[in-house]
């Protein structure tokens, strides 16, 4: 556990597909955002921001959570992700 704070922006990714759907709730956007997030600030990590995309396939980077993460990483707007 760290009690630095870390600055910029975190930048977390929740993805599931429809695949994964049929392995319950452990596996939920919503569920994955409460693992990261606690984390993220259990480790100093703030100005969280959540991307996700639901009900898509990670065959594919074109995923439009995925794409708005990156571009905010291309745009220097996050600092860890």
């Known amino acids: 556990m760290s009690n630095m704070k870390r600055t910029g922006q ?3 990714y ?8 049929m392995q319950g709730e452990s596996n ?3 569920n994955q955002k409460q693992l990261l997030e606690s ?3 259990r480790n100093g990590f703030v100005n ?3 991307y996700a995309d ?4 990670g065959i594919t ?15 220097n707007k ?3 992700f």
């Not at 929740?14 to 759907?21: F, G, I, K, P």
């Open 10 to 12: 975190t930048a977390l």
């Open 14 to 21: 929740e993805r599931l597909s429809r695949d994964d759907e």
């Open 28 to 30: 939920s956007i919503t």
């Open 39 to 41: 984390y993220a600030k």
């Open 48 to 50: 969280i921001y959540h």
């Open 54 to 57: 639901d009900g898509v396939s």
């Open 61 to 75: 980077f074109d995923r439009e959570g995925f794409q708005k993460m990156i571009k905010a990483v291309k745009e």
């Open 78 to 80: 996050v600092s860890t």
